[in-house]
């Protein structure tokens, strides 16, 4: 009779895992962060893949930002410390990397765009970075982003560089604004009462630009879902407002 008990139970554990898997629970699908290597606050957003990023869905990394404007004592505004903290919060709290994804275009972060020139750019093509299946085992891929010169370098170890550029995500006319251009946009930037602060602002240019920036992994599901993993805070920093220093 025992004996009995016994096989019934492994007969209904196999049953339980056959069903399971014929959900695909056991399919459920985690990302891990990108390693932040930013070195240059302001300039250069640099971020390193994530070797445990390997199931077959991967396909790399999306960038999210936000402009804040800052005063030019190069502080961090209080708005800015306010989100930082909320979105670590979360983080720390394991509420999903889907509510800091929602908590983050609630606050106007968006995507950062790029393209294959300056001219040409497409802020809805997912992801950022690509990564490239038989890449995704291999150490020391970075991401470098040049905020002033717009380009993007890909590094793979033993491989030559891919070069592509970003902007921001703000659309004028029949080009995007690049982050050496502080025209004040409502898409990107943190909402302001007004525009006629001199402290801010002048011509609705923002006099001193506060960036915040994170990185997710990014995969596309079976069923056209985007999942992402928990972001890594690249950078939070004024940028400067001379041209000439922020393309060095």
Not at 38 to 55: A, E, K, M, V, Y
Not at 149 to 155: A, D, P
């Amino acid at each position: 009779m025992k004996q009995a008990r016994t096989i019934a139970l492994v007969v209904l554990a196999l049953g339980a895992a056959l069903l399971l898997g014929a959900c695909g629970l056991e399919t459920y699908l985690y990302l891990e962060a990108p390693g932040n290597y930013t070195t240059s606050p302001g300039t250069t957003l640099i971020f390193q893949h994530n070797t445990d990023n390997t199931n077959v869905n991967f396909l790399g990394y999306e960038v999210y930002y936000r402009l804040y404007p800052g005063k030019s004592d190069g502080s961090v505004p209080e708005q800015a410390k306010t989100d930082i903290a909320i979105i670590a919060g979360k983080i720390s709290a394991a509420t999903g990397a889907d509510q800091v994804i929602s908590t983050l275009t609630d606050k106007s972060f968006t995507k950062m765009s790029k393209g294959s020139s300056p001219s040409i750019l497409t802020p809805g093509n997912p992801p950022f970075t690509s990564i490239a299946s038989a890449d995704t085992a291999k150490t020391g891929i970075q991401t470098f982003i040049e905020l002033g010169s717009g380009q993007v370098t890909y590094k793979v170890p033993s491989s030559a560089d891919e070069i592509w550029y970003c902007a921001r995500s703000v659309n004028i006319g029949s080009s995007y604004l690049n982050f050496s251009d502080f025209t004040y946009s409502s898409q990107d930037c943190y909402p302001s009462s007004t525009l006629d602060d001199t402290d801010y602002f002048s011509s609705g240019r923002m006099l001193h630009p506060y960036l915040v920036a994170y990185a997710f992994a990014y995969a596309l599901e079976p069923d056209f879902t985007a999942t992402y993993s928990y972001p890594t805070l690249l950078n939070y920093s004024g940028l400067p407002t001379d041209i000439s220093d922020i393309a060095n």
